[in-house]
């Protein structure tokens, strides 16, 4: 009997068909829609001229960093880096955490705006907090995770004064509160190896792959090789990681997950 889980989300990370349509769709998207290191605002058959918004960047990273997680393609996480560079240099907000909803080279066609409620959708800044965060964790950027604490510090009154608006916020508290962990796996093809956590509800996992000198470098990377040509999984939460394993179940022993898909 499937889990509400599995039935609502089947197993994605394991349909190479969906992976490779959203892998198609991303380059579209920065084939189209980027310029440098720029996000625009819309597609259609000319040069785009309006530059994109807090949340167009926000969900933009978020996706590259979801394809990273399945494929480990260096291309994604590189995407998302340097945009969350450019993020840090032009939406900052000198008199908060938060960041604004307009780029500081937009037009100044009305006031700059800062986004923090959630509502149908999750806030650009919400989004933003989540993949600053995980970006951080993946990359070493203890400074982008500090500032992502101080950003949910700052909405910790609306937050508890209406929850119910606050949604996309509660889930970065999740994460900070709990912490992140990264499963490195260490083998021929660790894309495959993903799919064996294809069904399994892991809020609160990253995972990485590769030999710690691509770029953008992962420092979680280095020294994890493959054990008795194996594969060879290693649970991480910061730069501490557990003894290494070389199968799912025991990964999922580990992470608390009971070898049960949930």
Known sequence: QKTAYEITYGDWSSDVCSSD????????????????????RSYRDRPPVTEGFLDDYAWYIRSALALYDV?????FLSEAEARLKYVMDAFPDQSSPLFHYTSRHAPRLMARTREGFD????????VLAAVLNRAGCLLDRPDWMERVRLMVDHVAGPMAESPAYMCGWGQVMQEINHGLETVVIASADPVSDRRAFGQDFMPFTLFAAGDGESIPRIPLLDGKIMIDDRVTFYVCRGNTCQVPVHSADEVRGQLNLGGIPA
């Open 21 to 40: 349509l959203a892998e198609q769709a991303f380059r579209f998207l920065r084939r189209t829609l980027t310029d440098g290191d720029k996000i625009f």
């Open 119 to 126: 509502n149908v959708t999750p806030s650009s800044n919400a």
């Open 71 to 75: 494929t480990f393609g260096n291309m």
